[in-house]
């Protein structure tokens, strides 16, 4: 076949391409990320085709008239970024330790220079290769965060600390009700510290240490809270744009209403981390079960490599779940200060800090995309550790939750109606807003059995697809009845229980 191809730069790293009659490019060799195949039927019209590498998120063509075109743009890292590797999940360690090296080799099909080790407390960035992603070497500049924006939806952060300087975008309290999500607990400074504390030479040093920290507090002082926000914070990070969202927090049961949030999440392209859960259970908490579908879940390991005992393990059921430093890791506290905190809370930000890396170096990556390239680059795999001599971690709490609909309502215990309830409105976007606000004009007024419902919330104030119910025990009220008459209505397709949520503890 004849071909006749000008080059405007150089074979390598071009950047335009003219194709004159039958012309078909072809790559060099597997996997190369300079090159593109493309079949181009013209007859005397001449196209041009535009595209930076392998990596840019489409390929664009300029039509010089009418012509039949075949392409095909390879994009390993977007399309299938570990077709070539064996994944083997284990129900104790899910997919093995993340490797951020590791899953930039596969990304840009090329080896990165080892590092010197930083060695002391930064053992768990050494653990995770994260120095090799800094480093800017002959082949590129280093990946440090740099454009992304990872949402910590725990207890706050301190916006004082001079770890964050310059980098905390607007976030949200929903304990409080406003947009300072300042911690009053600590935890959540931890976390945000693990993920993007500076690199200034004092202090401690995120994974990604560019990145910007979007703050949402749902957990109080104490470091508890409800579900109801938790759904809350993660819908308010998705829809204002957060790449990567870590959720250190868990310990509920299933729930339809986080599942859709997680997916919603997904589906805009936010990678959403997990922690695991800190009883030593066999499978993951929830949230952290929902990676069956969408996210990631992360245990914890300790120094040695070996399975932190406090750690839920993956589970019988193959998920997105990956192991990461859990034990004794130091970051940033309120007032300037740090410590040493354990537990998956503490693992999780490890791996959204990964997360935050890749999108930072490819913004185009779609958050499946990224959940591949950590799942299938894991290095090692982690044995068992016995539960030491003198250490405490919080016991597992109820994993019950129940759906209600029309056809259980019947069935359920009037227990069931003592704690807020999360509802599911129906209908378009215009039906949800005119319930959103019937709901709200009743439960002012107390009209009729309305008066048994003492707050209703729009849990996502611009698409009011969840609304949470909180009912009172007034004189005479069946929340029961009121229940049966907003779901036959069709306002509602289904109610579930709201959750408490409470931080685990670990000492370890």
Known sequence: ???????RHSVRRRRWVDFVGR?????????????FGINLHTGRNRVAAKGKSLLDP????????????????LKPAEANPTAERQRTFSRMDGYGQVNAKGAFESLLNRPLHNQAPLGGYFWNLDMIGAPEI???????????GKGVTIAVVDTGIDYNNWEFKGRIQAGYDFVDGDSIAEDANGHGTHVAGTIAAANDGRGITGVAHDATI?????????????????IRGVRWATNNGADVINLSLGGTGYSRAMADAIRHASRRGTVVVMAAGNWGGTSPDYPASHAINHGIAVGAVQRDGRLAWFSNRAGSRP???VMAPGVGIKSTLPGNRSGYFSGTSMAAPHVAGVAGLLKSHNSSLSSGAIEDLITGTTQGRSSTQGKPTGTQGVGRRSLSSSVITLDNIDSLSADAFGDP?????????KRRQATTQIMRDRVRREQGKYAAVDNFTSLDTGDHLFASVDFNDAPGSDQRDLLRTMLASNHFDYFELDQAIQLDVVNA
């Open 319 to 321: 998920l997105n779940y």
């Open 421 to 429: 309830l999360i509802g599911s409105l129906s209908g378009n976007l």
């Open 214 to 230: 979007m703050p949402i507090r749902v957990l109080d002082e104490n470091g508890a809270g409800y579900l109801s926000d938790a």
């Open 58 to 73: 489409h390929l664009r063509l300029r039509e010089g008239g009418h012509f039949s075109l075949s392409a095909q743009h």
């Open 23 to 35: 012309s078909q490019g072809t790559l060099e060799r597997h996997g190369d990320h300079d090159w």
């Open 1 to 7: 076949m004849s071909s006749s191809i000008s080059r």
């Open 134 to 144: 800094w480093a800017a070497n002959s082949n590129g500049p280093g990946v440090t």
